[in-house]
């Protein structure tokens, strides 16, 4: 464990308490994309097949039992609860995430470290967490208003994946052997997807102004 | 035999 993994998952945990807190407290979930929710639903499931069987640590255990547990609460309370539930913005929600989800699995098939079902599913995940944002990006572009918990929930998330390649190249130059090119690629890719997204939140950060992305 | 590789990052 490296200072920049640690600052990664921590803050990816507290991209998952925003959100939670924002959905507990105002009973609202405006501005927060479904799909993307989902599809963070997804990318866990399938990348924590080996909770019960490869046990790596406590932190490990109990990190993916969270990251588990609040991605799959987040959808419920998206999905049944009575007052959060009719905050969600179905309408303008409309990205068809199942076209995110066959590509990243076809992939998977094709690229992998290995071909057995939990690397597949391993390297499935990965994919799928790298695009899981873009119907929450798509959905921010078309809702004018961004409340700052949902732009701090994104900003949140976009840098833990930043933090992680820091991690990664520590890890290459600490740890002979330490090669995983699907990782880094798909950590990549996920990281320059908020990149005008990251440009316009530190904008309207530093002149102090109502984040909005341009149409 | 290959040792499978254990992920060990969330």
Not at chain 1, 23 to 51: M, N, P
Not at chain 1, 195 to 209: I, P
């Amino acid at each position: 464990m490296n200072i920049f993994r640690l600052a990664g998952d921590m803050t990816h945990l507290m991209s998952v308490l925003v959100l939670l807190l924002k959905i507990h407290t105002i009973k609202s979930c405006a501005g927060i994309s479904l799909k993307t929710q989902e599809l963070y639903a997804l990318v866990f499931a399938t990348r924590y097949l080996d909770i019960f069987t490869d046990f790596i640590s406590v932190y490990n255990t109990i990190m993916k039992l969270i990251f588990l547990g609040s991605s799959f609460s987040i959808v419920w309370y998206m999905r049944r609860h009575k007052l959060v539930r009719r905050s969600y913005d179905k309408e303008q929600d409309t990205f068809r995430h199942f076209f995110l989800v066959l590509p990243c699995l076809l992939l998977a098939l094709v690229m992998n470290e290995k071909f057995t079902f939990k690397e597949v599913m391993w390297a499935f995940s990965l994919y799928l967490e790298a695009v899981a944002i873009l119907p929450q990006l798509v959905l921010l572009q078309r809702t004018k208003n961004i409340d700052n918990l949902t732009g701090q929930y994104v900003f949140l998330l976009g840098a833990y994946r930043a933090f992680y390649i820091f991690n990664w190249i520590y890890r290459y130059f600490t740890e002979p052997h330490y090669v995983h090119w699907i990782t880094w690629i798909s950590g990549l890719v996920q990281t320059l997807l908020y990149a005008d997204f990251f440009y316009y939140y530190f904008n309207s950060w530093k002149n102090n102004v109502k984040l909005h992305l341009p149409a | 035999e290959e040792k499978e590789t254990t992920h060990d990052e969330l």
